[in-house]
């Protein structure tokens, strides 16, 4: 998955660290770090933190090489 995370939105709040914080990380107390292409088995994780961010700066995108293989015409892959 690709996290975007809207820095001029941020708050530094910090809720997003604290709940996942393989993720997200503060380094002060407002500059916020984050890896925009977490893991999938993080999904869970980032879904709490995007939904505890009071002020909805955390983005979602599904990773396009994550799709499932596309077929063609003709049934071949």
Known sequence: MRLVVDLNRCQGYAQCAFLAPDVFAM??????LYNPLAEEERHEEVARAVAAC????ILVEADPSAEAPRTRPGGDR
């Open 54 to 57: 009071p002020v909805q700066a």
């Open 27 to 32: 380094h002060g107390e407002e500059s916020l």
